[in-house]
């Protein structure tokens, strides 16, 4: 039976007044909880790395400088410049690095190229990696993993770039990022070079290249990198394959390490009560900064942050899957690559895991230009994520077309 005319259910539309807020939908919604998960998460672990640095460096620093809060007002200092940074690249619209990449890339090859100059260069720890303003300095291979994303992301969300054709995908990207990630290999710095190359591969990857040419390029690019590895690069992979036979020497600082992650506990034996910082684990407010929060926090207190990291990266992931555009979500795959691999890296050499590479922890570790760069970094993120949820509200329900 026909139903009659005045029967007819019929959609109610609501008509939005001028001044008044259109209605959430759920992508808009969803897009608030990532940037509140990604924003908190970041907080966190910021919070939590300066009060780590300042435990971890105090005893360095007194000894070495005369003052124990240097290095935390150093980092406390860059964290307000990196909190600004978030700020500004939260409110860019992100469409607008597409543009910058390639300018900024070629400042940072500049950069990367400048510190290999004996006369202009900062030396340390055998590596020349940083560039000197005063009291201030930069390491531009750090700038060099958003530059490098951020033309990854331009170039591969082309509508012309085909991946399935290895030509297409290699060129010009292969030889930017190779010519990138060799500078930073030559400083020596293979750990950054490991996290710039990976963060590529993630790229390619989320983009839909083939996995057999990825495999191929991997097994390639590996090969040629053990060629060309230094002495004390070979020490290292001979000291993590045996760590426990050269613990005086090339493994005291894995050894002295696990020492303080084992004396941890579940507890730990009290924020700022540390016996290995005093001068036993090297680098303790640098790399090795886990190390020493394991030892005061415990096991517990590793849980917690490693929680924190979980959050970050899934939040990521999160607005990576929601972007509104390709250039959008393979900016923000470059950067969950870049963080994730990062954290694998460091949290490997600490543990034993992984050979030490000397890379940071990303928003624990003391360092200005990681900070500052990884916090604009969570704004572009954050800027992502509230475009999805504008685009949300331009889309007409049933998924059509405006």
């Given amino acids: 039976m026909n139903a009659s005319p005045a029967t007819i259910e019929r959609p109610q539309l609501r008509v939005v007044r001028a001044g008044e807020r259109a209605p959430t939908t759920r992508a808009e ?41 240097y ?29 910058l990449a390639l300018p ?6 500049a950069l990367l190229s400048v510190v290999l100059h004996p006369a202009a260069g900062v030396e340390a720890y055998g590596a020349s990696r940083w560039l000197g303003f005063g009291p201030v300095t930069v390491q531009p291979s750090e700038v060099a993993k958003l530059a490098l994303v951020a033309v990854a992301a331009a170039l591969l969300s082309r509508k012309t770039v085909r991946l399935s054709e290895p030509r297409q995908v290699l060129m010009p990207l292969a030889p930017v990022a190779a010519l990138v990630c060799g500078l930073v290999f030559i400083q020596p710095d293979l750990g950054t070079a490991i996290v710039l190359g990976g963060s590529i591969f993630v790229l390619l990857f989320v983009a839909g290249a083939r996995l057999r040419h990825l495999f191929l390029a991997s097994f390639g690019l590996a090969a040629t990198a053990l060629l060309l590895l230094r002495d004390y690069q070979w020490e290292r992979i001979t000291v993590f394959l045996n760590p426990a036979a050269d613990r005086m020497s090339g493994g005291w600082q894995l050894y002295q390490s696990l020492i303080a992650l084992g004396s941890g506990g579940w507890f730990g034996v009290g924020l700022g009560a540390s016996r290995q910082k005093w001068m036993y684990v090297p680098n303790a407010h640098t790399d090795f900064v886990f190390s020493i929060l394991g030892e005061e926090l415990g096991l517990v207190g590793e849980t917690v942050v490693l929680i924190g990291f979980g959050v970050l990266l899934f939040a990521v992931v999160r607005i990576a899957a929601a972007a509104p555009d390709a250039f959008g979500r393979l900016l923000a795959a470059g950067i969950v690559g870049w963080f994730g691999i990062q954290i694998v890296v460091n949290l490997g ?14 928003f624990l570790s003391y360092g200005g230009s990681s900070l500052v760069v990884s916090l604009a970094a969570v704004g572009i993120l954050v800027n992502i994520a509230r475009a999805s949820g504008r685009a949300s509200l331009r889309t007409p329900v049933g998924g059509g077309t405006a």
């Fill in 29 to 69: 919604a969803a897009a608030r909880r990532s940037v509140r998960l990604l924003v908190g998460s970041t907080v966190f672990l910021s919070v939590a790395g300066l009060i780590m640095v300042l435990s971890a460096s105090s005893v360095y620093a007194c000894q070495r400088i005369g003052s124990c809060f």
């Fill in 71 to 99: 290095f935390f007002q150093k980092q406390a200092a860059y964290a307000a410049v990196g909190a600004l940074a978030l700020v500004v690249t939260s409110r860019m619209r992100y469409q607008v690095w597409r543009r």
């Fill in 104 to 109: 900024m890339l070629l400042v940072t090859v």
């Fill in 349 to 362: 050499a600490v543990t034993g895991l992984l050979p030490i590479t000397g890379v940071p922890l990303p």
